[in-house]
């Protein structure tokens, strides 16, 4: 199985802020590895495919980047409505596997 | 608009089964593999079971094989998770997922307790 690691666990961050998180794969995976964002009570919701690819309709302060076993998350500037939880995950084979999430927290 | 609906969950007691079910609208159904994920409480992502557009290919994880069997009815826009022999650990909220994670539902609790 894939292993997914992202670092770090959690941050915390001010209004405005650049945050990158990153997720490392146990092995390359290609581009096949997906961003998603999670609040409390919520259903996740896709940011990035394809390791740099914005979903429709998701604000270009996010963006994504890398290949084979290291990838990137960046906000660029952080707003009070991306404060939450979020997860990568590999999607180039099975089982999927997902990063253990790292949460953003108001400074 | 792309709508996922699951229904099915509750309160069961280990050993006991439950069927959870998954009603798309707003896009083709026929036409894109889906999968149940799911989130124990205060916990992460796991992902449980995939099927393809015409079930021709299925997988799960290995907590569930064995257990869990993945289904769908595309004339009824329907995905289905029947769950057999619940355990404590199986408790979670199951979200049923398009594609690669593009959209989902609004997940429904899973209880197992005594």
């Known amino acids: 199985d894939i292993q997914m690691t992202q670092s770090p666990s959690s941050l915390s961050a001010s209004v405005g802020d650049r945050v990158t998180i990153t997720c490392r794969a146990s092995?390359?995976?290609?581009?096949?590895l997906a961003w998603f964002q999670q609040k409390p009570g919520k259903a996740p919701k896709s940011l990035i495919y394809?390791?740099?690819s914005l979903q429709s309709g998701v604000p270009s302060k996010f963006s994504g980047s890398g290949s084979g076993t290291d990838f990137t998350l960046t906000i660029s500037s952080l707003q009070p409505e991306d404060f939450a939880t979020y997860y990568c995950?590999?999607?180039?084979?099975?089982?999927?596997?997902f990063g253990q999430g790292t949460k953003v927290e108001i400074k | 608009e792309v709508q996922l609906v699951e229904s099915g969950g509750g309160l069961v007691k280990p050993g006991g089964s439950l069927r959870l079910s998954c009603a798309a609208s707003?896009?083709?159904?026929?036409?894109?593999?889906m999968n149940w994920v799911r989130q124990a409480p205060g916990k992460g992502l796991e992902w449980v079971s995939s099927?393809?557009?015409?079930?021709?290919?299925?997988y799960y994880a290995d907590s569930v094989k064995g257990r869990f069997t993945i289904s769908r009815d595309n004339a009824k826009n329907s995905l289905y998770l029947q769950m057999n022999s619940l355990r404590a650990e199986d408790t979670a909220v199951y979200y049923c997922?398009?594609?690669?994670?593009?959209?989902w539902g609004q997940g429904t609790l899973v209880t197992v307790s005594s």
């Open positions: 707003g896009f083709t159904f026929s036409s894109y593999s």
């Open positions: 099927i393809s557009s015409s079930s021709s290919y299925i």
């Open positions: 995950q590999q999607y180039n084979s099975y089982p999927l596997t």
């Open positions: 092995q390359g995976i290609s581009n096949y």
């Open positions: 997922a398009r594609d690669f994670g593009r959209d």
């Open positions: 394809a390791a740099s």
